[in-house]
């Protein structure tokens, strides 16, 4: 049996910046950061697409690649695509984004391409969703990589349940999920029901904490009151034991967002997030 292998979403490395900031920007350099997740353990590294762009812009497409690789860098993985199911200026703001994700993914050898529900809730359609992810699940799969939505509780794609549902409708053998077991555990999806979805349809996962009590809204208590494995009241035994029997490999995705953890330096946050995760799945 082989060990398990460990990725660091793009905010576990990501310092003093969070999704609820106007410019949510690293203020770290990609060295330091793909250096910490290498010396934490991490063979796989998330990153935010706008990240990307700056790191390009200091390293160069081939000299971001050479870090990765140089680091030990095997799965890299690409987010956040949003608006990819709209029209007018937000479908093309939109587009421009896709257009350079899909350009890095295959530039960097990426592996995942990591995309978002619609978090105001609109009123959708499933066919014109499932057209929509079928076509980009082609793109993603003609540059190397796998799509995955990551379905979160303030959505129109609520649960593990309603994205696999517009999954499967597209289709697409590239297409999947990304759980986040912060998000199974408060949409309230029993751990034991994610054994049933299949293992095909998983492209990711991401481990994490937190207290069972909701501080805020939920998007207020995801992003500053996250856990590390083992620090909270998750299930995380149950989860992991359910994902392995769907037939979940890896690696793990670790992702910790809170203000404790953005306020460490790099290489202590790295490593703390691995160690926990590393106690949970071994």
């Known amino acids: ?25 690293s203020p770290l350099s990609l060295r330091d950061r793909v250096e910490a997740a290498r010396d934490a353990g991490f063979t796989g590294f998330g990153l935010l697409y706008a990240d990307l762009v700056e790191a390009e812009r200091a390293y160069g497409t081939t000299g971001v690649r050479s870090l990765f690789e140089d680091n030990g860098i ?56 499932a057209q929509e992810f079928a076509v980009l699940a082609a793109q993603a799969d003609g540059v190397g990589a796998r799509l995955g939505v990551e379905p979160l509780p303030w959505s129109n794609l609520r649960t593990v349940h309603d994205g696999l549902r517009l999954v499967e409708a597209a289709g697409h053998p590239a297409g999947g999920l990304i759980i986040d077991v912060w998000h199974v555990e408060r949409a309230h999806t029993p751990p034991a029901e994610l054994a049933d979805v299949p293992g095909s349809r998983i492209v990711g996962v991401e481990l994490n904490d937190a207290h069972g009590d909701v501080v805020g809204t939920l998007f207020e208590d995801t992003v500053h009151r996250r856990l590390l494995c083992g620090e909270g009241s998750f299930d995380l035994p149950g989860i992991v034991a359910a994902l392995r029997t769907a037939g979940f490999r890896g690696p793990w995705g670790v992702e910790i967002l809170s203000d404790t953890h953005r306020a460490l330096p790099v290489r202590e946050a790295a490593a703390a997030a691995c160690r926990s995760a590393a106690a949970l799945v071994n």
């Not at 082989?2 to 660091?8: E, H, I, V, Y």
């Open 74 to 129: 095997d799965h890299v993985e690409l987010e956040l695509l949003t608006d990819w199911w709209t029209e007018g200026p937000r479908r093309a703001a939109s587009d421009a984004v896709r257009t350079g994700m899909l350009r890095a993914i295959e530039a960097l050898g990426a592996r995942t391409l990591k995309i978002g529900p619609d978090v105001t809730d609109q009123p959708w359609e499933l066919d014109v969703w």
């Open 1 to 25: 049996m082989t060990a398990d292998r460990f990725l660091a979403t793009c905010w576990t490395t990501a310092g003093d910046t969070a999704p609820d900031e106007e410019d949510q920007r």
